[in-house]
């Protein structure tokens, strides 16, 4: 007991990690409190926050700050459009086609299914066969459910959607563009002993902003593969397939793995066992072992390499507080956590000292 108390003593005694407990305290409080009511103020914080790299690239090379918020604002919403009225009407019309196509799939993986015990008695049998089919239509109940739900939430949601479109743009070139004076409006609030605070920050920001752009550019590059792969052999659907695969390197290992489902089922679907499934599948397979051993390497070298069982656990813990923006942030906010146990031992070897 006496070695808890001792250890109390030492740690809060330090103004400046009282200091960093209450702004860790306080930001977490913010975002569970007011997370849903400031989700587009914070949803713009995380935008500007990634183009603000952008904006100090331009800046280094001799461009006005104002000029250089100016043309990285500009292509944000030249980006936003071609993805609002480019990609997503593709990515609704395929979404579309193939939900009218699952009955037939249904269909089609029912007599597969039904087939097993006849092929394989000593290992399948017809109940577990019939079994697995009620689950899949229950499956199935539960999505028709949950498609008619979303279908009648549909006009708030266009109602919600229509006001991100309006406030967030405004939202993040106010950020952008008075990004020095809201900085100092904050910290003129906060006490003028923050070494620690800083020196985390410092260390958090680097961090994730190479992990964000790294990262971007890995959903690009693992997208642009895998459209250019499933267009090649014919694969329907290649747009949607290919943007989940992009899509599914934001979750290290278990996205990968999840997104591996779909692709195989629609091969299958559209070839059976056929060659052209087995190409498409080592094809598919090559572009995941391309990504986990040679372009992750590359692109995150400065990144702090957490431990796969700490990303593991941090999807897990953040996704089930937080769900799929939990997902989403759980390496940044790894990260995070990664930057205050490394500095706090190193201000407790400091304190001792002195």
Same mark, same amino acid.
């Given at each position: 007991m006496?070695l808890i ?7 809060l005694s330090d103004p400046?990690?009282v200091?960093? /407990?209450l702004l860790l305290?306080?930001?977490?409080g913010?975002?569970?409190a007011?997370?849903?009511i400031?989700m587009?103020v914070l949803a ?10 952008l904006?100090?690239?331009?800046q280094?090379n001799k ?7 100016g043309i990285?604002?500009?292509?944000f919403? @030249?980006f @936003?459009?071609? *993805?609002i009225f480019?990609? =997503?009407?593709? !990515? ?7 939900v009218?196509?699952l009955?037939?799939? $249904?269909?089609q +993986?029912?007599?597969?299914?039904l ?5 394989y008695p000593? $290992?399948?049998?017809?109940?577990q @066969? ?5 689950a $899949?239509?229950?499956?199935l109940?539960?999505? +028709?459910?949950a498609?008619l ?6 006009v708030?949601g266009?109602?919600?959607i229509?006001?991100?479109?309006i ?6 070139f ?8 809201l900085i100092g409006w904050v910290?003129?609030y906060?006490?003028s002993d923050?070494?620690?605070a800083?020196?985390?920050?410092h260390?958090?920001?680097r961090q =994730?902003?190479n ?6 550019w890995?959903i690009l =590059?693992i ?6 792969t499933?267009t090649?052999f014919?694969?329907q659907?290649?747009?949607l397939?290919?943007v ?10 278990v996205?990968a793995?999840?997104v591996?489902i779909? *692709?195989l ?5 559209q070839?059976?066992?056929g060659s052209?499934? /087995?190409w498409l599948a080592v094809?598919? !397979?090559?572009?995941?072992?391309l990504?986990?051993?040679v372009?992750?390497p ?5 990144? @702090?390499? !957490?431990?796969?069982v700490?990303i593991?656990v941090?999807?897990?813990?953040f996704g089930? /507080?937080? +769900?799929?923006w +939990? *997902?989403?942030?759980? $390496?940044?906010l790894a990260?995070l956590v ?8 190193g201000r407790l070897?400091?304190?001792?000292a002195d």
């Amino acid at each position: 007991m006496r070695l808890i108390t001792d250890w109390f003593k030492r740690t809060l005694s330090d103004p400046q990690v009282v200091l960093l /407990i209450l702004l860790l305290a306080v930001g977490l409080g913010v975002v569970v409190a007011l997370g849903d009511i400031l989700m587009p103020v914070l949803a713009s914080l995380v935008i500007a926050y990634l183009l603000e790299g952008l904006v100090a690239m331009a800046q280094r090379n001799k461009v006005p700050r104002i000029l250089s918020v100016g043309i990285v604002f500009i292509s944000f919403l @030249v980006f @936003v459009t071609l *993805v609002i009225f480019g990609l =997503i009407p593709l !990515l609704s019309r395929q979404v579309t086609d193939l939900v009218g196509q699952l009955p037939a799939m $249904i269909a089609q +993986g029912q007599t597969a299914l039904l087939a097993l015990p006849e092929r394989y008695p000593e $290992i399948v049998s017809l109940e577990q @066969v019939q079994a697995v089919m009620t689950a $899949i239509r229950e499956e199935l109940a539960n999505f +028709g459910q949950a498609v008619l739900s979303f279908s009648l939430q549909s006009v708030t949601g266009v109602i919600t959607i229509l006001i991100y479109l309006i406030l967030m743009p405004l939202l993040v070139f106010f950020f952008l563009k008075d990004k020095e004076v809201l900085i100092g409006w904050v910290t003129q609030y906060l006490p003028s002993d923050r070494l620690l605070a800083l020196s985390v920050w410092h260390d958090v920001d680097r961090q =994730i902003a190479n992990y964000v752009r790294g990262k971007f550019w890995e959903i690009l =590059i693992i997208w642009a593969a895998a459209f250019v792969t499933f267009t090649y052999f014919g694969l329907q659907y290649a747009m949607l397939l290919g943007v989940l695969v992009g899509l599914s390197v934001i979750v290290p290992y278990v996205g990968a793995t999840v997104v591996t489902i779909p *692709v195989l089922m629609v091969a299958w679907f559209q070839w059976g066992w056929g060659s052209e499934f /087995i190409w498409l599948a080592v094809s598919y !397979l090559v572009i995941q072992a391309l990504d986990g051993n040679v372009l992750v390497p590359l692109l995150f070298s400065e990144v @702090v390499n !957490l431990h796969p069982v700490a990303i593991i656990v941090a999807i897990l813990f953040f996704g089930g /507080i937080w +769900g799929l923006w +939990g *997902v989403f942030f759980a $390496i940044p906010l790894a990260t995070l956590v990664n930057a205050v146990l490394s500095a706090w031992p190193g201000r407790l070897r400091e304190q001792t000292a002195d």
